[in-house]
């Protein structure tokens, strides 16, 4: 089955820039979207369709995509970003299945 | 404001059968494709199942497939999951989140607050 692969952590402190990668497959074809969630909450979407920033979310997220990797970048990352940020996109097969990343645990200390 | 209530979790046996139900308010329920998500305790999100706007197309996760059934009521803005054969690993949170647009779908662009399903003897 179709795999996202992302790392399970990252650190940065504030005023820095954090950078979360997926990988897959598809994704040179495929869209890549961006949820945030914070602890005890629903997600958010804060990136769709590879680097559009959905009305309300900041300025500092964005996104982009090359190749197989896709990035979600927070510039001049804020404590209030903290949170758990997933990936999630299809394959390529077009057997209509959608699968989200692993999840990387963002820390801004 | 859009509005999604699911509601229907609780404590089932392994084996058993749970139906969800999500009801939506404040936008037009019959004019967007609609997903279940969940959230074992813990870990990552995994995409459960879609239904599309009319309710004519249906996809599922292949960890469910055969077990779990969406379906939508849109003369009472609500959507449904029903799940039989319950495993364990069937524990989650389930979200209901709404597809974003009628051109895409397949991504989500509001959530529920969920619902717990707790599978255990």
């Known amino acids: 089955s179709y795999e996202l692969t992302q790392p399970p952590s990252v650190s940065v402190s504030p005023g820095q820039t954090a950078r979360i990668t997926c990988s897959g497959d598809a994704l040179p074809k495929k869209y890549a979207y961006w949820y945030q969630q914070k602890s005890g909450q629903a997600p958010v979407l804060v990136i769709y369709e590879d680097s559009k920033r959905p009305s309300g979310i900041p300025e500092r997220f964005s996104g982009s995509s090359s190749g197989t990797m896709a990035t979600l970048t927070i510039s001049g990352a804020q404590v209030e970003d903290e949170a758990d940020y997933y990936c999630?996109?299809?394959?390529?097969?077009?057997?209509?299945?959608?699968?989200f990343g692993g999840g990387t645990k963002l820390t801004v200390l | 404001q859009v509005q999604l209530v699911e509601s229907g979790g609780g404590v089932v046996q392994p084996g058993g059968s749970l139906r969800l139900s999500c009801a939506a308010s404040?936008?037009?329920?019959?004019?967007?494709?609609m997903h279940w998500v969940r959230q074992a305790p813990g870990k990552g999100l995994e995409w459960v199942a879609f239904i599309r706007y009319d309710g004519s197309n249906k996809y599922y996760a292949d960890s469910v497939k055969g077990r779990f059934t969406i379906s939508r009521d849109n003369s009472k803005n609500t959507l449904y999951l029903q799940m039989n054969s319950l495993r364990a690993e069937d524990t989650a949170v389930y979200y209901c989140?709404?597809?974003?647009?009628?051109?895409?779908?397949?991504?989500?662009?509001?959530w529920g607050q969920g619902t717990l399903v707790t599978v255990s003897s």
């Open positions: 404040g936008f037009t329920f019959s004019s967007y494709g």
């Open positions: 999630y996109s299809t394959d390529s097969s077009g057997n209509h299945s959608w699968v």
């Open positions: 989140a709404k597809g974003a647009t009628g051109r895409n779908p397949y991504y989500f662009d509001y």
